[in-house]
């Protein structure tokens, strides 16, 4: 009987603590299943060291601009339309080139629940809304939207797509932009690491 007692008072005793863990568990798995987008924000650095060399990347490819003038002889009427063609062609071939080879070396982003905001040092800025509606930015057709912890923007120029990819690493302070661009039979990706970088009072 007296054990009986004992084991009752204990019982009563800790109801409340279990009362107070469950609710507190019930509380973080809520707030933890709440979807929502992730932190991107910051300032980035490129890291060269553990990025890939677009310019090797670019040449994995083969020598997609050296095409241009071949062709534009066979047969009478052709010429006017292949040569056309192949300024088109070039101007392509250029854009992509400047979008790959010229990365931003240092970046701020920003976010909120409609955009997310890259401002370079030289004061460009790129405002792309996370709706995954076309809009012009730079003078291209941009999409963009959240897919899962990752935010993809799509860039068209031409027949050519450029997917680029923003997404912390789990495991250091760094900030992983994947570019892949898609062309006719083509395709290359590359991997750009970025740093994050703190201010510090001097």
Same mark, same amino acid.
């Given at each position: 009987?007296?054990?009986? !007692?004992?084991?009752?008072?204990?019982?009563?005793? &800790?109801?409340?603590?279990?009362?107070?863990?469950?609710?507190?568990? +019930?509380?973080?798995? $809520?707030?933890?299943? +709440?979807?929502?987008?992730?932190?991107? *924000?910051?300032?980035?650095?490129?890291? #060269?060291?553990?990025?890939?060399?677009?310019? =090797?990347? /670019?040449?994995?490819?083969?020598? &997609?601009?050296?095409?241009?003038?071949?062709?534009?002889?066979?047969?009478?009427? #052709?010429?006017?339309?292949?040569? #056309?063609?192949?300024?088109?062609?070039?101007?392509?071939?250029?854009?992509?080139?400047?979008?790959?080879?010229?990365?931003?070396?240092?970046?701020?982003?920003?976010?909120?629940?409609?955009?997310?905001?890259?401002?370079?040092?030289?004061?460009?800025?790129?405002?792309?809304?996370?709706?995954?509606?076309?809009? *012009?930015?730079?003078?291209?057709?941009?999409?963009?939207?959240?897919?899962?912890?990752?935010?993809?923007?799509?860039?068209? +120029?031409?027949?050519?797509?450029?997917? =680029? *990819?923003?997404?912390?690493?789990?495991?250091?302070?760094? /900030?992983?932009? *994947?570019?892949?661009?898609?062309?006719? #039979?083509?395709?290359?990706?590359?991997? !750009? +690491?970025?740093? $994050?970088?703190?201010?510090?009072?001097?």
């Amino acid at each position: 009987m007296i054990q009986t !007692r004992i084991t009752r008072a204990l019982l009563a005793c &800790m109801a409340p603590v279990i009362t107070a863990w469950a609710a507190a568990g +019930v509380s973080v798995a $809520a707030e933890a299943d +709440v979807p929502g987008q992730p932190d991107l *924000t910051g300032q980035w650095q490129l890291n #060269r060291n553990l990025s890939d060399d677009a310019k =090797e990347k /670019l040449q994995s490819m083969g020598d &997609m601009g050296g095409h241009a003038g071949r062709g534009a002889g066979h047969g009478p009427g #052709r010429h006017g339309g292949g040569g #056309r063609a192949e300024e088109e062609m070039g101007a392509q071939m250029e854009e992509m080139h400047d979008l790959i080879l010229n990365a931003p070396v240092h970046f701020v982003l920003t976010q909120d629940e409609q955009k997310v905001v890259l401002t370079e040092p030289d004061g460009h800025v790129r405002t792309l809304p996370t709706n995954n509606r076309p809009v *012009t930015v730079d003078g291209r057709d941009v999409q963009t939207r959240w897919e899962n912890n990752r935010l993809v923007s799509e860039t068209t +120029v031409g027949n050519t797509k450029i997917i =680029e *990819t923003y997404e912390r690493s789990p495991s250091a302070p760094h /900030l992983i932009v *994947t570019v892949r661009v898609d062309m006719p #039979r083509r395709h290359v990706s590359l991997r !750009r +690491v970025y740093d $994050a970088v703190t201010d510090k009072g001097g």
